[in-house]
């Protein structure tokens, strides 16, 4: 189990991840090409959700879904949903969450003369006619904006915005939106440490092993594109406290409008693209890591078909496994609606199941309170048991010994095998199949 673990730490950083693009060639009805749309992913679904987006001049509030790229090129399905649909946007600020498998949509600019400050969630979006829900959120609101940065915080089970722009008014505030099980609340962060100034179009990903959100790019109040990196930490303690990072290595220049994701089996945040408000794009892939040290920049060079540069895809990670989903976005004149796969490999060896009898496992929630549960997908192969250890290798508990058949699913409690809660942390599943061993990573929270 050791060596296990120091794989999952040192592989990334050492001899990078193997990452590899793939353009997809789905059949069906797929969306018109597009920028500034908004997308999650459901894992135990297989599927890509696509709301809204824009071109010059129109913006749209349809809705698909492009099932089965795990296993394929994938199906493109427009939906119909129920509820109350939003109207057209595009560069709202989207964020899967997880533990009730919904899409949460905030803001956005309908391309002609209005921004929004609504909140929409989008439930059983698993399904063919997934169901609206405009959400009267209490508590002072943000002012209307669009493209605004957003993440998800899967500690406290809530999403953090910073900034935006509106008819020319930059936003530097950050707002996080609570009690979304509930009764959905807006709270405004006071962080201290300044902070990155006004902006649109920024990056940011939550890290939350570290509780820290990542701050990059956007144009600023001064319309220029700065390639600063701020980290706001201490999040789940307090407002926070902004720091100004200098990370070296192969730098990116400044830009708007990118893709991001926190890719915690390799420590780091990856970025894709961007560019200029009405100008050049860009189509480079970009490190920062490792962010639980001193991180510093490095240039990826996937192999396979790499997108061309574009500005304001949107995109999902598909954690369980490793891979982001990207659609869509625009240089110039062209509006794009190709799909690519961005792979990586994190260089678990033990991991040696034939991938045609490889389970997909989901675990969710990720980090967890008091329970989490790990979902086994697929139509054929076995799990014959699962045990989680400690960092150190130590056995904390067997959760289950029982040869089971695919689909079927496995609980942890977060107690050990003497019945005592384990304290925070990162904890390994190692799930043993016929076919041989497969490691997954869950945090603990308190």
């Given at each position: 189990?050791?060596?296990?673990?120091?794989?999952?730490?040192?592989?990334?950083f050492l001899y990078g991840a193997g990452e590899n693009w793939t353009l997809l060639s789905p059949s069906g009805t797929p969306p018109s090409g597009r920028w500034g749309a908004a997308s999650v992913y459901d894992t135990l679904a297989d599927r890509f959700i696509v709301f809204g987006g824009a071109i010059w001049g129109a913006a749209y509030n349809n809705l698909y879904a492009l099932d089965g790229t795990a296993s394929g090129n994938g199906i493109w399905t427009q939906l119909t949903p129920t509820g109350s649909i939003p109207g057209a946007r595009g560069f709202c600020a989207p964020v899967y969450d997880a533990p009730r498998r919904r899409m949460i949509i905030f803001g956005g600019y309908n391309m002609s003369a209005s921004c929004?400050?609504?909140?929409?969630?989008?439930?059983?979006?698993?399904?063919?006619?997934?169901?609206?829900?405009?959400?009267?959120?209490?508590?002072?609101?943000?002012?209307?904006?669009?493209?605004?940065?957003?993440?998800?915080?899967?500690?406290?089970?809530?999403?953090?915005?910073?900034?935006?722009?509106?008819?020319?008014?930059?936003?530097?505030?950050?707002?996080?939106?609570?009690?979304?099980?509930?009764?959905?609340?807006?709270?405004?962060?006071?962080?201290?440490?300044?902070?990155?100034?006004?902006?649109?179009?920024?990056?940011?990903?939550?890290?939350?092993?570290?509780?820290?959100?990542?701050?990059?790019?956007?144009?600023?109040?001064?319309?220029?594109?700065?390639?600063?990196?701020?980290?706001?930490?201490?999040?789940?303690?307090?407002?926070?406290?902004?720091?100004?990072?200098?990370?070296?290595?192969?730098?990116?220049?400044?830009?708007?409008?990118?893709?991001?994701?926190?890719?915690?089996?390799?420590?780091?945040?990856?970025?894709?693209?961007?560019?200029?408000?009405?100008?050049?794009?860009?189509?480079?892939?970009?490190?920062?890591?490792?962010?639980?040290?001193?991180?510093?920049?490095?240039?990826?060079?996937?192999?396979?078909?790499?997108?061309?540069?574009?500005?304001?895809?949107?995109?999902?990670?598909?954690?369980?496994?490793?891979?982001?989903?990207?659609?869509?976005?625009?240089?110039?004149?062209?509006?794009?609606?190709?799909?690519?796969?961005?792979?990586?490999?994190?260089?678990?060896?033990?991991?040696?199941?034939?991938?045609?009898?490889?389970?997909?496992?989901?675990?969710?929630?990720?980090?967890?309170?008091?329970?989490?549960?790990?979902?086994?997908?697929?139509?054929?192969?076995?799990?014959?048991?699962?045990?989680?250890?400690?960092?150190?290798?130590?056995?904390?508990?067997?959760?289950?010994?029982?040869?089971?058949?695919?689909?079927?699913?496995?609980?942890?409690?977060?107690?050990?095998?003497?019945?005592?809660?384990?304290?925070?942390?990162?904890?390994?599943?190692?799930?043993?199949?016929?076919?041989?061993?497969?490691?997954?990573?869950?945090?603990?929270?308190?």
């Open positions: 189990m050791k060596k296990i673990f120091l794989v999952l730490i040192l592989f990334c929004y400050n609504q909140v929409y969630f989008l439930d059983s979006l698993f399904q063919q006619s997934p169901r609206w829900s405009y959400v009267s959120v209490s508590g002072p609101a943000p002012t209307v904006r669009q493209s605004s940065a957003a993440a998800y915080d899967p500690i406290q089970e809530r999403v953090i915005y910073f900034s935006g722009w509106c008819g020319y008014s930059w936003k530097n505030d950050v707002y996080v939106l609570e009690n979304i099980d509930s009764s959905p609340s807006w709270r405004r962060l006071f962080p201290t440490g300044g902070g990155p100034g006004g902006r649109w179009g920024a990056s940011c990903v939550y890290d939350y092993n570290n509780d820290r959100l990542y701050v990059f790019g956007g144009m600023n109040t001064a319309q220029a594109y700065p390639n600063d990196v701020w980290v706001l930490d201490s999040l789940q303690t307090s407002d926070g406290h902004w720091t100004q990072l200098s990370p070296g290595g192969s730098i990116p220049t400044g830009r708007m409008w990118l893709a991001s994701i926190y890719d915690g089996s390799c420590d780091r945040m990856l970025l894709f693209g961007g560019g200029y408000f009405q100008g050049s794009a860009l189509n480079d892939l970009r490190s920062l890591d490792p962010l639980s040290s001193t991180p510093s920049w490095s240039l990826i060079n996937p192999t396979g078909t790499s997108p061309s540069s574009r500005l304001g895809p949107s995109w999902a990670l598909d954690e369980p496994r490793d891979r982001l989903i990207l659609f869509g976005g625009n240089y110039y004149s062209n509006n794009y609606n190709n799909v690519y796969v961005l792979t990586w490999d994190t260089g678990i060896s033990e991991d040696k199941t034939p991938a045609v009898n490889r389970p997909i496992i989901a675990i969710e929630p990720n980090p967890f309170r008091n329970f989490t549960t790990i979902n086994f997908e697929g139509d054929k192969g076995f799990i014959s048991s699962v045990m989680v250890f400690d960092c150190q290798g130590r056995l904390i508990k067997t959760c289950s010994s029982d040869r089971q058949q695919l689909p079927c699913k496995v609980v942890w409690d977060g107690k050990d095998e003497n019945g005592f809660k384990v304290s925070s942390g990162t904890y390994f599943v190692i799930i043993k199949t016929d076919e041989g061993e497969i490691l997954k990573r869950v945090v603990k929270i308190f």
